[in-house]
């Protein structure tokens, strides 16, 4: 049995990183929300849900963004787990 080299504690506790997936998933979350609601919509109402999606998709692209490029510089991608 050989232990990894990097300590788990430093690994499995970065809380900008569990921050920032938190982030990304909560607007991932209102994203397909908005995509939803776009499904059901038409008419006007259906011009509002995309206006809604496009920003969504935005601010969750930008949230991922963050997180890549934090874990690609502080290297602490840590096991998703759900
Ligand atoms: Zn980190």
Same mark, same amino acid.
């Given at each position: 049995m050989v232990l990894s080299p990097v300590p788990l504690e430093e690994t499995l506790v970065c809380r900008t990183h569990t921050m920032l997936k938190?982030?990304?998933r909560a607007d991932l979350r209102v994203?397909?929300?908005?995509?939803q609601a776009m499904e059901r919509s038409t008419g006007k109402a259906f011009d509002k849900?995309?206006?809604?999606? +496009? &920003?969504?998709? &935005?601010?969750?692209e930008a949230a991922r963004d963050r997180l890549n490029a934090h874990v690609s510089s502080h290297q602490c +991608?840590?096991?998703?787990?759900?």
């Open positions: 938190d982030r990304m994203y397909r929300g908005a995509i849900a995309q206006k809604l999606a +496009e &920003i969504a998709r &935005i601010c969750f +991608e840590v096991p998703y787990v759900g």
